[in-house]
T-cell receptor
Framework: DQQVKQNSPSLSVQEGRISILNCDYT??????FLWYKKYPAEGPTFLIS?????DKNEDGRFTVFLNKSAKHLSLHIVPSQPGDSAVYFC????????????FGQGTELSVKP | GAVVSQHPSRVICKSGTSVKIECRSL??????MFWYRQFPKQSLMLMAT?????????EQGVEKDKFLINHASLTLSTLTVTSAHPEDSSFYIC??????????FGSGTRLTVV
């Protein structure tokens, strides 16, 4: 039972354009969502998070949108840069259930010059 | 967030031997750490929650006698893969839940069992 899903295994974007990575979840009890960037053979690096009481959080080029009714969140990167090329994971948790993170399958983003 | 050190970064061991992986929280006293496993091209799967001074909580399907977790201090959790088999070959990553509900991950350990 995959509680967090990233249905696009890969995404290719031109440098300077917007990258939109999508994530869906099934557990309505999730109240905290995070996005991580990961390179092969390295640990994930935190990018941005959002609480379920918000519908948008912005940090520089990264914006996360949360649609609770649709159980959907997305990460927007604008403008995209070649250095953004990596695998992006969304993760979700129930904060009063020990804080463990449930990850999606990841989306490999390739930003072409 | 917390600074997390994971060691070793890669290890090759013979089938049937045991391997210990260390996860250290360098600047934060972590009562809770998490252990994940990632197979190639797949998601990070939570294996267990490591609790300082008490038994770890294992996720469904994870053998607690095979994956021994010890969290004896607020700065160190260890994962020991016992009687390793080739199918245990994977990328193991620890995580520390720091203050302000932030999570920091170690750099991971690539285990290859031959």
């Amino acid at each position: 039972d995959q509680q967090v899903k990233q249905n696009s295994p890969s995404l290719s974007v031109q440098e300077g354009r917007i990258s939109i990575l999508n994530c869906d979840y099934t557990n309505s009890m999730f109240d905290y969502f995070l996005w991580y960037k990961k390179y092969p053979a390295e640990g994930p690096t935190f990018l941005i998070s959002i609480s379920s009481i918000k519908d948008k959080n912005e940090d520089g080029r990264f914006t996360v949108f949360l649609n609770k009714s649709a159980k959907h969140l997305s990460l927007h990167i604008v403008p995209s840069q070649p250095g953004d090329s990596a695998v992006y994971f969304c993760a979700a948790s129930e904060r009063d259930q020990g804080g463990k993170l449930i990850f999606g399958q990841g989306t490999e983003l390739s930003v072409k010059p | 967030g917390a600074v997390v050190s994971q060691h070793p970064s890669r290890v090759i061991c013979k089938s049937g031997t045991s391997v210990k992986i260390e996860c250290r929280s360098l600047d934060f006293q972590a009562t809770t750490m998490f252990w994940y496993r990632q197979f190639p091209k797949q998601s990070l799967m939570l294996m267990a929650t490591s609790n300082e001074g008490s038994k770890a909580t294992y996720e469904q399907g994870v053998e607690k006698d095979k994956f021994l977790i010890n969290h004896a201090s607020l700065t160190l959790s260890t994962l020991t893969v016992t009687s390793a088999h080739p199918e245990d070959s994977s990328f193991y990553i620890c995580s520390v839940q720091g203050s302000n509900y932030g999570y920091t991950f170690g750099s991971g350990t690539r285990l290859t069992v031959v």
